[in-house]
C-alpha cells in the first residue's frame, strides 16, 4: 500500500506522515507513506504506483483538477482540516486504510 500526501508548505505534513508511519508501524501494517510538495503531484500521478493521494486542506481549491488527472485505479481525497491541523496520525491513517478498501 503506498499512501501519497501532498500539500503546499510541507511542515505539518511532515510531521503527520511521520505519525502516519509510527501508526502503520506499531500495528504491523505494511504501507510506504511519503510527503510531497503541490509541485510533486503530477509527476507522482504519472508514474501510475500509488493507491492513494491526499491532498492538505490548502490544495481544496484543485481538488478537481487533480483528481481528474490521476490514473484510474489511485484515489485522490482531501484530508479532513481538524485532522490535518491536529497531525492525527492515528484517524489519517485508518481514513486512508478505508479509501484504499473501498
Do not use: W, Y
Amino acid at each position: 500500500m503506498k499512501i501519497v500526501v501532498a500539500c503546499t508548505g510541507g511542515m505539518s505534513t511532515d510531521i503527520l506522515v511521520d505519525r502516519m508511519k509510527k501508526e502503520a508501524e506499531s500495528r504491523n501494517i505494511a504501507c510506504d507513506i511519503q510527503a510531497i510538495h503541490r509541485n510533486k503531484i503530477e509527476e507522482v500521478l504519472s508514474s501510475n504506483n500509488i493507491d492513494l493521494l491526499l491532498l492538505s486542506p490548502q490544495l481544496m481549491g484543485e481538488f478537481e483538477r487533480i483528481k481528474a488527472f490521476a490514473p484510474g485505479e489511485t484515489k485522490v481525497e482531501m484530508l479532513d482540516m481538524v485532522k490535518f491541523g491536529a497531525c492525527d496520525g492515528h484517524a489519517t491513517l485508518n481514513f486512508a486504510i478505508d479509501l484504499i478498501n473501498e
